[in-house]
């Protein structure tokens, strides 16, 4: 009787030891060449994934930065009072740019105007959850379509009163307000003739309850004003104010 040997395979073996389990090893491979390390490729792989978290944080960076890129202006003076970098309290001063740059913690965008007018002041009485029938400005938040600072203030100014008499900007003040001092308001000085003021009468929105002029020695000590009035009021502005209102400084 013949006997018959077993035939030889044309496919090769190779032996690799899995790291970190003990006990396992000379496990079998098909193929003619043994793979690349497993280390090599666990190192090869945290380096790709290292990568790709960089790239990611670079895109995010340059998106939060973006808005920054439209309004930024020169950044506030060390020994400004109230400055976050050196004190962490609310800031407020005049600057000749749309606004500061390189805040920290700033999370939001806003513009308002103060009408300006023979020594007196267009304040709007608050018809809202917050700040209700707090003497205020018209303004808002910074949305994406608005080019700068003072388009926001323009185009929430005529939201909230319907239109906007012939004025011209005399200066801006810059606040940081919110609980966490997380946002830069920017209020525009803006002065009316005493003639477009006779002729102006505003349309209020939902959002206010009424309007009037106040003298600004009056507006100045009133106690029910809003938090951006406020400081814009402080003794630190109060003279560029009157200035640009025409009043007595």
């Given at each position: 009787?013949?006997?018959?040997?077993?035939?030889?395979?044309?496919?090769?073996?190779?032996?690799?030891?899995?790291?970190?389990?003990?006990?396992?090893?000379?496990?079998?491979?098909?193929?003619?060449?043994?793979?690349?390390?497993?280390?090599?490729?666990?190192?090869?792989?945290?380096?790709?994934?290292?990568?790709?978290?960089?790239?990611?944080?670079?895109?995010?960076?340059?998106?939060?930065?973006?808005?920054?890129?439209?309004?930024?202006?020169?950044?506030?003076?060390?020994?400004?009072?109230?400055?976050?970098?050196?004190?962490?309290?609310?800031?407020?001063?005049?600057?000749?740019?749309?606004?500061?740059?390189?805040?920290?913690?700033?999370?939001?965008?806003?513009?308002?105007?103060?009408?300006?007018?023979?020594?007196?002041?267009?304040?709007?009485?608050?018809?809202?959850?917050?700040?209700?029938?707090?003497?205020?400005?018209?303004?808002?938040?910074?949305?994406?379509?608005?080019?700068?600072?003072?388009?926001?203030?323009?185009?929430?100014?005529?939201?909230?009163?319907?239109?906007?008499?012939?004025?011209?900007?005399?200066?801006?003040?810059?606040?940081?307000?919110?609980?966490?001092?997380?946002?830069?308001?920017?209020?525009?000085?803006?002065?009316?003739?005493?003639?477009?003021?006779?002729?102006?009468?505003?349309?209020?929105n939902e959002e206010h309850s009424a309007w009037k002029w106040f003298p600004l020695d009056?507006?100045?000590?009133?106690?029910?004003?809003?938090?951006?009035?406020?400081?814009?009021?402080?003794?630190?502005?109060?003279?560029?104010?009157?200035?640009?209102?025409?009043?007595?400084?």
């Amino acid at each position: 009787m013949r006997t018959s040997s077993p035939r030889a395979s044309s496919t090769s073996y190779h032996r690799v030891d899995l790291p970190g389990l003990p006990g396992v090893k000379g496990i079998p491979l098909k193929g003619g060449a043994p793979p690349e390390d497993f280390e090599a490729v666990s190192r090869r792989s945290r380096t790709q994934l290292a990568l790709v978290a960089c790239v990611g944080l670079v895109i995010m960076a340059g998106t939060t930065m973006s808005l920054w890129d439209k309004f930024r202006g020169p950044p506030l003076d060390p020994d400004d009072v109230g400055a976050p970098a050196v004190t962490g309290k609310p800031a407020a001063r005049l600057v000749d740019a749309p606004g500061p740059k390189g805040l920290e913690g700033i999370e939001k965008l806003g513009a308002g105007l103060m009408l300006l007018s023979g020594g007196e002041v267009l304040l709007l009485k608050r018809n809202s959850l917050h700040n209700h029938d707090k003497w205020g400005l018209p303004g808002g938040n910074v949305e994406e379509n608005d080019s700068q600072p003072l388009a926001t203030a323009e185009r929430e100014a005529t939201e909230e009163m319907g239109s906007l008499p012939p004025y011209t900007i005399a200066g801006e003040i810059n606040t940081i307000r919110g609980k966490n001092n997380e946002k830069l308001y920017t209020v525009f000085l803006a002065v009316v003739s005493p003639d477009a003021k006779e002729k102006y009468a505003p349309l209020l929105n939902e959002e206010h309850s009424a309007w009037k002029w106040f003298p600004l020695d009056e507006a100045i000590k009133k106690k029910d004003l809003h938090p951006v009035v406020e400081k814009v009021f402080k003794k630190k502005h109060r003279g560029v104010v009157l200035k640009a209102a025409g009043a007595p400084v």
